[in-house]
């Protein structure tokens, strides 16, 4: 199957992305994927994008799988097609020792009966218009590529401190956001106070201006709104922007489902040493399904497969990676500490 394939099944399904988006992923994103396919003959009739990404995950850094374009042709669908890619990727994922996948649902219960469940929260709102016209001490502006270093340095700081899953932030990383920006007349800017480096954010957008993310020190936040305004040269047009919590209502977007459990529960650490047996129940992946001896100390975490003792607790997987990411609590558990803060905002 070619590439070309896949686009036009894309362009038949998603008609609301442009020409000059799919024109960016296509040169910039497809050719590090993995597009997996159902196909009739001489036409392509099911797909998903698995796009690599490589996340902070607690203090390791972790290869995961962002699944979009999740399309069937609509006289295919209800065939039990794209039940059958999704498993089948997640398998064979999991054979790699990845820890796990995520996306951004369309519709959550598409992908709840595979155990994906939501485990972050978008903070995103409008900037205040009553405080557009205050004075700033801060600067706005567009960001240049000899800059990417510096501010690859300050995101990484800055999110480290505040979450422990994110995706890494390279020079690779800014370049790429960039031409993804760029595809719908959007830029990079970079926040400047004193000469020094207090923000980053992107954005894109005509009809109104979308800032896809927005970091910057909790210092400058009060001076935001009038800074962007100003950068934007608009006093009267709404824009709205996702931050790190300091603006706007939460909103579920991302969800993720465990693939390696063994792998992932390698960042996990204990407040106290701790073994103990626990059956987690995974209908889709083998390797995760059964009775498992998992110990914990302050610096390690091991999970190992056994069959000679009763399970203490039992979990579904899909609990499981709720806990693990910080969604929900276990009785029992508590000593035990999950992951601590996710900030996902890549969409592609």
């Known amino acids: 199957m070619e590439a070309a394939d896949s686009r036009i099944l894309w362009e038949q399904?998603?008609?609301?992305?442009?020409?000059?988006?799919?024109?960016?992923?296509?040169?910039?994103?497809?050719?590090?994927?993995?597009?997996?396919?159902?196909?009739?003959?001489?036409?392509?009739?099911?797909?998903?994008?698995?796009?690599?990404?490589?996340?902070?995950?607690?203090?390791?850094?972790?290869?995961?799988?962002?699944?979009?374009?999740?399309?069937?042709?609509?006289?295919?669908?209800?065939?039990?097609?794209?039940?059958?890619?999704?498993?089948?990727?997640?398998?064979?994922?999991?054979?790699?020792?990845?820890?796990?996948?995520?996306?951004?649902?369309?519709?959550?219960?598409i992908y709840e009966p595979f155990d994906f469940r939501y485990i972050y929260e978008k903070r995103e709102g409008i900037l205040p218009k009553e405080e557009r016209s205050a004075a700033v001490s801060i600067q706005v502006c567009p960001l240049a590529e000899e800059d990417y270093e510096p501010v690859c340095a300050f995101l990484e700081c800055e999110l480290s401190a505040r979450y422990e899953v994110y995706a890494e932030r390279t020079p690779a990383y800014l370049k790429m956001m960039q031409a993804e920006v760029d595809s719908e007349g959007g830029g990079q800017a970079v926040i400047v106070r004193e000469r020094e480096i207090a923000g980053y954010f992107s954005w894109w957008g005509s009809e109104q201006i979308e800032i896809r993310e927005l970091v910057c020190l909790d210092a400058v936040t009060g001076e935001i709104p009038a800074a962007v305004s100003a950068y934007f040269g608009e006093d009267t047009r709404e824009i709205k922007g996702i931050t790190t919590g300091w603006l706007g209502e939460p909103k579920p977007i991302i969800m993720a489902r465990i693939a390696s459990l063994k792998d992932l529960v390698t960042v996990i650490r204990s407040r106290l040493p701790v073994t103990f047996t626990l059956n987690v129940e995974d209908p889709?992946?083998?390797?995760?399904?059964?009775?498992?001896?998992?110990?914990?100390?302050?610096?390690?975490?091991?999970?190992?497969?056994?069959?000679?003792?009763?399970?203490?607790?039992?979990?579904?997987?899909?609990?499981?990676?709720?806990?693990?990411?910080?969604?929900?609590?276990?009785?029992?558990?508590?000593?035990?500490?999950?992951?601590?803060?996710?900030?996902?905002n890549e969409i592609v």
């Open 13 to 109: 399904i998603f008609r609301e992305d442009s020409e000059s988006f799919l024109n960016y992923y296509y040169h910039i994103k497809v050719p590090a994927n993995w597009i997996q396919t159902d196909q009739e003959p001489g036409q392509l009739v099911s797909m998903i994008h698995w796009n690599p990404y490589r996340l902070h995950v607690r203090n390791r850094l972790m290869d995961t799988r962002y699944l979009i374009a999740v399309a069937t042709k609509p006289e295919y669908r209800h065939q039990g097609r794209m039940a059958h890619l999704l498993k089948d990727g997640l398998r064979q994922f999991a054979g790699t020792g990845m820890p796990f996948a995520w996306l951004m649902p369309a519709d959550p219960k």
């Open 284 to 344: 889709i992946i083998p390797e995760n399904d059964g009775i498992f001896r998992w110990s914990l100390t302050a610096g390690t975490s091991v999970l190992e497969r056994t069959d000679e003792e009763e399970p203490e607790f039992s979990v579904a997987i899909s609990t499981f990676t709720e806990w693990i990411f910080g969604v929900v609590s276990i009785p029992g558990w508590e000593d035990i500490l999950p992951l601590k803060g996710v900030f996902l």
